[in-house]
T-cell receptor, first 110, second 115 residues
Framework: DQQVKQNSPSLSVQEGRISILNCDYT??????FLWYKKYPAEGPTFLIS?????DKNEDGRFTVFLNKSAKHLSLHIVPSQPGDSAVYFC?????????FGTGTSLTVIP | DADVTQTPRNRITKTGKRIMLECSQT?????MYWYRQDPGLGLRLIYY???????NKGEISDGYSVSRQAQAKFSLSLESAIPNQTALYFC??????????????FGEGSRLTVL
């Protein structure tokens, strides 16, 4: 059973606007959440993370929000740039294991 | 040079053949992982190892085996490949997990096709 879900397989956004990628999870014991970005023919690369004791973490154009009561995680990218076009995976850690969502393909239209 | 290197990057093989995917890392990390990516299913953990003497099964270990030959090397084997093992395979590493230092570092992937 998928413990981390990304219900939107794809998202298109105009350059300069905000991109919001969403992620839901079922296990309340996850203690750390991460977002990864993946370009074609490359491995996923770490983007930003948040501890379960926080509700927001910001790094430049990227902000991750955590709503523990709703078991919901979101990544905001503002302003979106064409180079942000990639597949984004959310992930969650429990114990020694990381659990990944199915990914959302973001296209930023120039 | 990549910190996490996978070989081969692409491989086509036939049903029943034995296949080995190799991973080496220069990050000095203790922890190494093998993941599989399939369309619509995301990344799923096959095996992981926290040091040379430690091997653990992940979500989908059936049909696979691993070997941790050294701290820097972690190999994934398919003893008798079958078509539904056609996928993109990723090796990853991490340091000892603690709050704020949890990220995985991935290799570039090995695309395996089993005919």
């Amino acid at each position: 059973d998928q413990q981390v879900k990304q219900n939107s397989p794809s998202l298109s956004v105009q350059e300069g606007r905000i991109s919001i990628l969403n992620c839901d999870y079922t296990n309340s014991m996850f203690d750390y959440f991460l977002w990864y970005k993946k370009y074609p023919a490359e491995g996923p690369t770490f983007l930003i993370s948040i501890s379960s004791i926080k509700d927001k973490n910001e790094d430049g154009r990227f902000t991750v929000f955590l709503n523990k009561s709703a078991k919901h995680l979101s990544l905001h990218i503002v302003p979106s740039q064409p180079g942000d076009s990639a597949v984004y995976f959310c992930a969650a850690r429990f114990g020694n294991q990381f659990y990944f969502g199915t990914g959302t393909s973001l296209t930023v239209i120039p | 040079d990549a910190d996490v290197t996978q070989t081969p990057r692409n491989r086509i093989t036939k049903t029943g053949k034995r296949i080995m995917l190799e991973c080496s890392q220069t990050k000095g990390h203790d922890r190494m992982y093998w993941y599989r990516q399939d369309p619509g299913l995301g990344l799923r953990l096959i095996y992981y190892s926290f040091d040379v003497k430690d091997i653990n099964k992940g979500e989908i270990s059936d049909g696979y085996s691993v070997s941790r030959q050294a701290q820097a090397k972690f190999s994934l084997s398919l003893e008798s490949a079958i078509p539904n093992q056609t996928a993109l395979y990723f090796c990853a590493t991490s340091g000892r997990t603690s709050p704020g230092t949890a990220e995985l570092f991935f290799g570039e992937g090995s695309r395996l096709t089993v005919l």
